[in-house]
């Protein structure tokens, strides 16, 4: 056993007390995080919690971490630390997503963690402050430099759709030029308006599931879940389904994305978009591709977010949202000459490279400090300690 390192009670280190209820309708626009089991569900005028905000999740997302550098109002389906007994925040943070605690919810219907059966969990830490707070600053620089990345992207997602609009939408580039009236209402004379169909192959393999691999392969299966989110890429983190490479090979009747073929959802969330890059993968349920013919997939990229209300109000789900393809090919596109339509692309590119290198940085950071994680709580790995 290493010197300073000792297994104690996680009720030694903190204590947990159960969120508050709020309804809904109390959620009022203000400066306070309402924070549930999975993460900020709304605003509030009053606090219950001073920062720093700890909380991990009760019900719902259970034992799911959160830390928040503000005061916060800590929802009931979390339990939040009310005394940190002069531990650092930060480690405690970490040290809670080493536990697993959701493996100790009840075994009711709803599963539900309580603090009584928490505190006792017995664990091999330290509570030496200093070492405490290097094991911290390790660790958050990953998860600095990863937040940074994101805001960074978040900026080049609205740099290229700001462009998008300039163009596409206000035409101010183009306010020299001659107009004329069309189904979009007035375009710069010269363009056209043509539909989806036109312009793209798709890359269809809905209709049944694939014979999915027992565990993890280098054959991801892309469903909406990894669509989600603002980023243009796609989030291998989320793909939970996968099959091996005989059945990537040979079931797949559309074959597979190309790089920069846009990913679309079908059923649940729809409309989700994102672009194909960097990686092998399947779509199967709930996904198609769209190729584009000519190439212009960033510009078909930024059209289709740009009606994704348009597309989502194809809804024809009676038990879930669900749209056809045969719908969406017929929507009206505005299709500027092809060099204009280029031009944008060669744009939008170096924007698109500079999110996807991002991205690959943060995959990188994050699985270093997935690898970390557990031999700097565990005292394997030592971290040296400032003078």
């Not at 109390?26 to 920062?51: C, E, L, Q, R, W």
Request: net charge neutral; charged share 20%; glycine share 6%.
């Amino acid at each position: 056993m290493r010197s300073g390192w000792e297994k104690i009670t996680l009720g030694e280190l903190l204590n947990f007390r159960r969120g508050h209820d709020l309804p809904k309708t109390d959620m009022k626009k203000g400066s306070i995080p309402v924070v549930g089991s999975n993460g900020v569900i709304g605003y509030h005028d009053i606090s219950t919690t001073p920062a720093p905000c700890l909380t991990i999740g009760r019900s719902g997302n259970v034992g799911n971490p959160l830390l928040l550098d503000q005061d916060c109002w800590a929802h009931n389906t979390t339990l939040y630390v009310d005394d940190f007994k002069d531990n650092d925040p930060i480690f405690l943070f970490y040290l809670l997503k080493t536990l697993n605690l959701a493996n100790m919810s009840g075994g009711s219907a709803v599963p539900t963690l309580n603090r009584n059966h928490i505190h006792p969990l017995l664990i091999y830490t330290t509570k030496k402050y200093k070492v405490q707070r290097a094991i911290a600053a390790t660790l958050s620089c990953l998860d600095d430099k990863i937040e940074l990345n994101n805001k960074i992207n978040a900026n080049l997602e609205a740099q290229a759709q700001a462009i998008f609009k300039s163009w596409f939408v206000d035409f101010e580039p183009f306010q020299d030029g001659e107009f004329a009236d069309s189904e979009l209402g007035m375009i710069p004379k010269g363009w056209r308006v043509g539909k989806l169909g036109e312009i793209i192959r798709i890359i269809d393999n809905r209709g049944k599931t694939p014979p999915l691999a027992n565990g993890p392969t280098e054959f991801p299966i892309i469903d909406v879940k990894a669509l989600a989110g603002n980023n243009r890429i796609v989030d291998y983190n989320n793909c939970t389904k996968f099959v091996d490479e005989i059945t990537y090979s040979n079931w797949f009747r559309s074959g597979h994305p190309n790089p920069y073929d846009i990913l679309l959802s079908t059923v649940g969330s729809l409309a989700e978009i994102k672009l194909f890059l960097g990686a092998v993968g399947c779509v199967a349920q709930n996904v198609v591709a769209f190729r584009s013919i000519p190439n212009i997939s960033l510009y078909l990229y930024e059209y289709l977010r740009y009606i994704k209300k348009d597309l989502i109000s194809y809804d024809i789900g009676s038990v879930q949202p669900s749209i056809k393809v045969t719908h969406i090919i017929k929507h009206p596109i505005l299709l500027p000459p092809d060099d204009i339509m280029r031009s944008f692309d060669d744009v939008s590119h170096s924007i698109t490279s500079q999110i996807y290198n991002n991205c690959l940085q943060s995959r990188t950071l994050a699985a270093l400090r997935d690898a970390l994680l557990p031999k700097l709580m565990s005292g394997e790995i030592e971290v040296p300690l400032a003078e």
